[in-house]
Every structure is written in structure tokens, then in C-alpha cells.
């Protein structure tokens, strides 16, 4: 977990075309560097693991309010570019129940994307040398983290959530406390205590998230590598 | 939700209502017009108007109210975004989770009064043949694997897997059983692969027939739908 | 003299997890137009050597055949004259609706859509799928689903339709419509059948020739009659012949009976006209 399924008609308009800009183009590079054979072979597998993330998704952590979505994993069994391919079908069927939107599908496939296409990279390239499920647990987390900071800091810029924190408003006019430089007295309204508190509920809340999607997927993988351990290995490691 | 994914999927087949007459495209096009007026909706009034024409159109069809559950997700995801519309005004505030609730509501309204080759074969159309044929497979592995997964939780509550005494046991079994899962979902994929490489598969989008189909009436009530949509917007 | 469809000799395959599965022994042989019942108990190899026919399988050792190419190698020739069905046909029917499965293989090799059309319409008629070209497949029963699954395969008039366990799973009565089917449409196009199974009873209506895989090894191999009279050896192979072939030994050692009968009716007709003596104690 390490995205919000961004709803329709909550970000502005040149966002989520952005977003579909961006996809699209992200797409068609995908599209071109899986070969056809190579496409071929893995689709099964991509509708596979396409299949288990929405299966994954509805399975309830007890009082966590997320859920897993095996985004890495599924970057680590079909590679980076038809991984994102999975991500996008899954996005397309989740933004018909409620999880996501038609407009924003290009926006959430590429925050997840992203997770994909790092946590790809982490487990068979920059620690290739490392084992197998400590690969995971560590390219898991880090993807997780980076894409969580990167998508917040999106949807912040995009619609100025990030703002509530550290501004009020007084009648008219924009009030912004400068909170590094007033003394704690001074700047303990009720907007700014709002903010920080708010940030630092977020910031739990995803550190939580990153490490509980690490951590399944350290065990996935751990069982896995015992009963099919060619799954994780690239083909040119096989 | 995976249960509501089958659950929507079985009122798509089996239910017969005017919105499961109406045909994909014009029903699709029909889709993006509301869609277009709910994104454009600038205020509670205009968002208001179109949740409950929404809500209408699922209460004459005589789908299932639990439906409604499933536009209430997107409530929970637009409050950050709300959250940020405080400031201005209350209004403004619940006008983003109203607007965040048509549009989850209007897609369940369509996904479930579309058989899913009717409506993945609509969107085939637009998409590349790779994305429409993995839609396809995903979709009917989904249901393959979500037999699958019932069978393996009931296997694992019956063995004593989820007790509460060692937390830390269950969670392992839990997420063993996924990979189990994963493991078992992979190769049945490949089976299929093998049964369709031997039907001569190339991955070159031929899995579905659908035929797109229009008639006059359509054009009719898509200029409607349009005009009260535009109406909304402009007297709202 | 028929044509040599299939021809396989000393098979042995090697899977990722190092099992080897073996098929040597007998000589396994299938003539055009010959229905041939592979039998064996769970777990002696009969999928892998189907696969082998197939063309999805390598063998590490051995010789397959199958129309005078090597499937693995001649794969994209040889797929097109192959009609299967798999073990579990939910693993093999993906189309979106039935009709959409069934026209899969015509389509793939390019047929007009109206030809596919007046095509899936007839095999469903005759399959009694005609109700069911709009449904969705997971909404089907497991017998529907296999008859979906055998329509996808007869469809393309193969010369070789190679079945995969076909039976299990269905009640009785499908199971003769089944075995119907299979007879009814291979006596019609001239279709040779490959059939494995560990259901014996309906093997003596169905097959010409029997094959019996035992512990990596083809041991015995000839008529349904042939085979089955064979106790001895079908037991050490775990397997137990047909109930009326039981019976049918029991009547012949009895003197009651001239042949063992391969079906109840071939038994009725013999017992016709037979006086047997009742000793009544009183």
C-alpha cells in the first residue's frame, strides 16, 4: 500500500490529463520494449498476477485502514513493462467498483506503476547479489517509500492539501504562519496544530502501510522460493 | 470486494433492466456525458442534482441499493480533498465527496448493467490488443482463482490457522497461503496458455466477437441526456 | 492399412523439480480414425505423455510422432490437425461468452466471421449449446463447461482429438452424452481419439484400443476385451477392470457364458435363452 485511489472529480482536470499523457506515453514505451514473443509468453502470467491484486485487495488487515496490493511483486514475476500493463488492467477494473476513477486511472497506474517498475529494479538489479527474500523485503519497502512520498507530494502540489496546514484564514485574506520561526505559544493555533498533526497521521499511516506490504511480501516470496523459485529469477539468471 | 466484483458480475448476466437493454456504446457514451457534467459540477447544488438523478436511475432499474456501498469508497478517498475545500466553505467541502460519489456510483450503475464481454469488448476497441486480451484473462482468472481462494481460507480456518493465541503464526499461514495461491494461480495461467497456443493464440486481440450496435433512438436519448446535463450545469 | 497418426516409443521427460516421468515399454500407437483409451492409475503419467502428442513437452529421451512431424518442433504445423481437451475446463475456456470460446480456434486461422458464425451454431446444436453461446462461462455448470470445451475442439474438425481425463467430475448421465459425442463425431469426420481416463467403465464403449501405463511402463496394450481379461495384471497396475467384464469372467468360469461380454447389453444378449438349474432347499 502506498497509494490513495484517487476518486473522479477531486483533482484538477490538467492532473489526471497529465496523468493519461504520461501513462499513454509510458504505455507505448512498455508496449515497444516487451517483445512479442516475450509479450506473448507473459500475458498469461501478467492476467495472472493482474488476477491476484484485485484478489489481494479485498482481503481485510484486521483494524489497518489499507490493504495489500503486491505491486512489487508482480513487477518482480513479469518484469517492468508488462508489470505496469498489470497495474493498468488492474486499475481499469478497480475504478468500476468504487476504487479509483475513469478519470484518474492514468494518474493511479502511474503512482503504482512506479512501485512496479523500482521495486523491479531494486530486487533484480541493484541488489541482485543480496538473497532472495531479503531482496524483497528491502526493494519492497524502498520502492513503497518512494513512490508513497512522490504520489503525496503529487496529490499535495496538485490540490493544495499540503497548504491546510500551514495557512488560516482570516475573513478574506490568506494568513500564512511561518512555524519554523514563531515561538511555540505564538503559533499554537488551532489550523497549524491541525496541520502537523495531520501530517504526522499520514506519515504513520504510510510508514505502517510500507512496512506491512514489505513484510508480506519477504514471507510470499520466502514460500515461493521453496516451492517454484524460478518465478523470481529472471531468465537470464535461469 | 472481490465478493462484490462477483456479485456485481452475476446482476449484469442475469437481471433485465432498462439500463441492461440499453446497448454498450450508446449506454458508454451515455456514461461520459453524466461523467463530463459530474467533473464539471462547481458547486453542492449541480453535484447534488446529479447524485440524485443518479440514484434515481438505480432505484428505477431496480438494481440492488447495496450498489450504492460501492460509491461510498471514494467518500473515504476524497476527504483529504474536501479537507483542502474547508477553508472556503463547508459547501465546497462535501460538493468534492459529492462529486467523488456520482462517479463511483455512475460506473457501478454501468459495470453492473454490462455483462463484462460486452463492456471489455466496447473498450477493446480503443485500447491495444495486449491491454483488451489481458483484460479478458484477468477477468476470467479472477473468478477461476477466487473459487480457489474461499476453498483455501475455509481449508485454513477448519485447520486451526487463524486462532487467536499466536498472532504471528496466523499472519505467517495467512501470507503462505497467498503465495500458495500465487503459485497455483501462475500455473493454471500457463495451462491456459498451453490450451490456447494449441488454438492458435498470438496475442493479437481476438478474444471477443462484440459487435458495436446503434440506433436512432440512441442518438435521441444521448442529445437528451446531454441537454439535461448542460441544464443542470447552467441553471445550477 | 490406416494411417499412422501418432507414433511414440521409450518416452521420458524430466520436470523443473527433477520427478522423471517415464513411458517406455510398449510401443504407443494411434491409426487414423482409431479411438485409443490410455489408462493407468493417478499419477502414472498419462497427462505428460498427452502433453508430449501435444507438442507443449520436450522429451528428455524417447521418439513422439504425430503426423509424421515432431510436435515439438513442427508445433505451428501440427497444432491446426489437433483438437484437445484439458483436465479442468475452467483452465481452458477463457473466452469472454461461449460462442467466443468456440470460435477462438476458426478466427485465430482467420475464417470470415459469418462462416465462424454458421459454424458455432452447428457444433452447438449438436452439442446442445445452442441456449448457451450468450453466457458467461463462470456461470456454467462443470458438464456445460466440458461440452463448451469439446465444441472449442471439434469445431476445427481435427484428425486427432486428444482428451485429457474428460469424465471426471460429471454425473453418469453426462458422462454417456459425453462418450456419445466423442463416438458420434469421430465415426463422422474419421477422427482419431486419444482419451485418457482411470474410469474404467466406459472405456469397452468407447475405445477400439487400450492402452495400460503402469510404473513408467506401457504394459499392456490391445482390444478393450483383450485388455481387460487380463485381471492380473490390471490389478498390479492398481487398477480394476470394468464391473460386467468382473462379472462377465465369473459367468464364462461358470460355463454359463461363451465370451466375456464388454457391456450389459452384450451380456443380456448372451444370457438370452440360457437354463440354468435352481437347486430350491426346503
Sequence with gaps: MSHIHLPDGVIPTGWWLLGYIAAFVWLSLALRHAEAETTRRKLPFLAAMSALMLLTMSIPLGPLPFHLNLAVLTGIVVGPWLGFVAVLVVNIMLSFLGHGGLTTIGINTLITGLEVVLGWWLYHRLLGAWRLNWRALTATGLALLLSSTLAMSAIGLSTGVLDVGWHEHEGEQHVHHDITAAQPGDAATGANFLGLGSMGAVALILATGVAVEALATWVIISYVQKVRPELLLEESDL | MSLKLA???????????????WPTMPKLSGSMILLVGIIAASNLRQGAVLLCLLIGLLLSARLPVWLFSLALYPAFFSIPFALAQLSTSCAAAIAVICKAVSAALLLALLVASTPYPQLFGAMA?????????????????????????????????????????????????????????????????????????????GAKGCLTTEKVAWRAIDGVLLVTLAVLVGGVLWLG | MAERLVEMHGLCHTYQDQTEVRAEGLPFVVKAGQRVALVGATGTGKTTLLLHILGLLRPARGQVQVLGHDPARDFGLVRWDIGAVMQNPDEQIIGPTVFDDIAFGLRARGLPLAQVQERVQAIAQELGLASLLTKVPHHLSGGQKQKAALAGALISRPKLLVLDEPFSGLDPNCKRELVHLICHHSEQLGMAVILS?????????????????????????????????????????????????????QLVEMGLIAQVP????????????TRVKVKVHR
Design chain 2, 7 to 21: 456479485q456485481v458480475d452475476y446482476i449484469a448476466v442475469s437481471q433485465r433492466s432498462f439500463l441492461h437493454m
Design chain 2, 125 to 201: 476497441r480503443a485500447l491495444p490488443p495486449l491491454i483488451s486480451d489481458a483484460l479478458f484473462f484477468a477477468y476470467r482468472l479472477f473468478f477461476i482463482t477466487l473459487g480457489s481462494i474461499q476453498r483455501l481460507l475455509l481449508s485454513l480456518r477448519q485447520r486451526g490457522a487463524f486462532g487467536r493465541r499466536n498472532f504471528v503464526w496466523s499472519c505467517r499461514a495467512a501470507l503462505h497461503a497467498l503465495g500458495y495461491l500465487m503459485v497455483n494461480t501462475l500455473s493454471i495461467s500457463q495451462r491456459l496458455d498451453q490450451n490456447y497456443r494449441l488454438r492458435g493464440y
Design chain 3, 197 to 249: 481416463t482411470h474410469d474404467l467403465e466406459l472405456v469397452p464403449e468407447i475405445a477400439h484400443r487400450v492402452y495400460v501405463l503402469h510404473d513408467g511402463q506401457l504394459v499392456l496394450s490391445g482390444s478393450p476385451e483383450e485388455v481387460f481379461t487380463c485381471v492380473d495384471q490390471l490389478r498390479a497396475a492398481n487398477l480394476q477392470p470394468p464391473a460386467v467384464i468382473q462379472l462377465g469372467l
Design chain 3, 262 to 273: 464388454l457391456s450389459l447389453e452384450a451380456g443380456k444378449n448372451l444370457l438370452k435363452g
